[in-house]
């Protein structure tokens, strides 16, 4: 999606180059691709809100990837902005501390927004561009080592509560099938996720949201068979009960086998391998630096106004959501996890998500022991990264069509 560049620099952007701008960040990743955000053009800026029907209420009960998705989504704003020589200015806005509190059923409510975006001229430094995030694509294909990316982590500007470390292959493998052993033995989450897999293209959803069989690997053939299988109500039904009796004793089994091991304590430093790396926020330093912010007398701006390293999360110190970590803290980490997504696409690499570990109990209780964590360090996202052995569909976009 092409962005718009104002001939003028000291002119605030138009509605339609604020539309082009949101069309652009709508290319933000978001889980299941259900693309929670939802936006509203006001003078010179724009507000976000969260659409709560697209939200995973049995997936991601705490809310965690929804946040992560609204802060991708800003950030994607933010770099397609700096593309186009505006700087954004980013109040997150104290409605993003009851977004657990929606009506799941109800649409997005812009009375209340969660952040606010204002557009000024003059474009903040950034490492990536507007190509950058309309090319990025996660892939869940095989993966083949790749050069070492993850020691200069300048590019994902982290701020100081949160760490990116690096998991060791046979322990990502082990948490791997406790995670899927979760899913499979856990019919809601199950059915929410089938209910955004988009099984062929006559689907008229396809072209909105949601995850294309291809690009979970599967051929057209196998969509089209599970589509007209599924399609029926007491079959759907039935293959659920089947899966989830033979996912039970399978995910006992898995953690049966993975028993206690010993904590791996190793730096981070180079391994032949494609890499598994965690997300880490440390919810304590979090909440001090919202408290330094909350200082000021304001929730302050998060964006990019000020060099992106020195973001801070806004809201009030020290307040936590059922993620454990304070609401804006975690869009602040969705921003992160965007520029280290983006960090490998730079680099030629895909990165695969794997939030599976840290959704099921136990698989995220296995990987706090392998990596050594204290109890207050909450790990926020799993993903892999090397060169993709082949191309994933392009995903699609609610702003994918005018
Ligand atoms: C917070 C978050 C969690 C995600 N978790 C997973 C996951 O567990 N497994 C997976 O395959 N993809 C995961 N994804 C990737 C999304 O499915 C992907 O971004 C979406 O389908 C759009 O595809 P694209 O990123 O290639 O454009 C996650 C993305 C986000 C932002």
Redesign the pocket.
């Given at each position: 999606m092409p962005v718009t560049t104002t001939d003028d620099d000291h002119r605030q952007p138009d509605h339609d180059q604020l539309l082009d701008l949101i069309r652009a960040a709508g290319?933000?990743?978001?889980?299941?691709?259900t693309q929670p955000w939802a936006t509203r053009i006001r003078d010179g800026g724009v507000d976000l809100a969260v659409d709560p029907r697209r939200t995973l209420p049995a997936g991601d009960q705490t809310g965690?990837?929804t946040l992560?998705?609204l802060g991708?989504w800003l950030e994607c704003f933010t770099i397609v902005a700096a593309t186009a020589g505006l700087r954004t200015m980013i109040t997150i806005l104290p409605a993003v501390e009851q977004v657990d509190q929606l009506e799941l059923t109800g649409a997005p409510d812009f009375g209340r927004p969660v952040a606010r975006v204002e557009l000024v001229p003059g474009a903040a430094a950034s490492p990536f561009s507007a190509t950058d995030v309309a090319e990025?694509?996660?892939?869940?294909g095989r993966l083949i080592p790749g050069p070492q990316l993850w020691d200069d982590l300048t590019d994902c500007d982290l701020p100081p509560w949160l760490q990116l470390r690096r998991l060791d292959s046979p322990a990502m493998h082990r948490l791997l099938r406790l995670g899927t052993g979760y899913l499979l033995s856990h019919p809601l989450v199950l059915s929410e996720l089938i209910a955004w897999l988009r099984f062929t293209p006559a689907d008229a959803r396809t072209r909105r949201d949601?995850?294309d069989v291809r690009?979970?690997g599967l051929p057209t053939g196998v969509g089209r068979l599970l589509r007209s299988w599924l399609r029926h109500p007491a079959r759907s039904r039935a293959t659920l009960r089947l899966v989830t009796a033979i996912g039970t004793p399978l995910e006992l089994f898995w953690r049966a086998r993975t028993g206690d091991r010993p904590p791996d304590r190793a730096p981070v430093s180079n391994v032949a391998g494609v890499d598994h790396l965690v997300l880490i926020a440390d919810p304590r330093l979090a909440s001090e630096s919202a408290g330094s912010d909350a200082s000021t007398g304001s929730a302050g701006p998060a964006g990019s106004a000020q060099p992106a390293g020195s973001a801070r999360p806004a809201g009030s110190a020290g307040s936590t959501s059922p993620a454990g970590i304070g609401a804006a803290a975690l869009i602040e980490a969705?921003r992160a996890?965007?520029r280290c997504?983006l960090h490998a696409h730079r680099h030629g690499q895909r990165v695969?998500?794997?939030?599976?570990i840290i959704?099921a109990p136990f698989a995220a209780a296995a990987l706090h022991a392998r990596l050594g964590l204290s109890r207050s360090q909450l790990p926020l996202?799993?993903?892999s990264s090397g060169h993709p052995d082949g191309t994933?569909p392009?995903?699609h976009?609610l702003t994918d069509t005018p």
């Open positions: 290319r933000a990743p978001s889980a299941h691709n965690r990837d992560l998705a991708a990025r694509a996660v892939f869940r949601g995850l690009s979970l969705g996890l965007l997504w695969a998500p794997h939030s599976e959704d996202a799993v993903f994933s392009r995903s976009r």
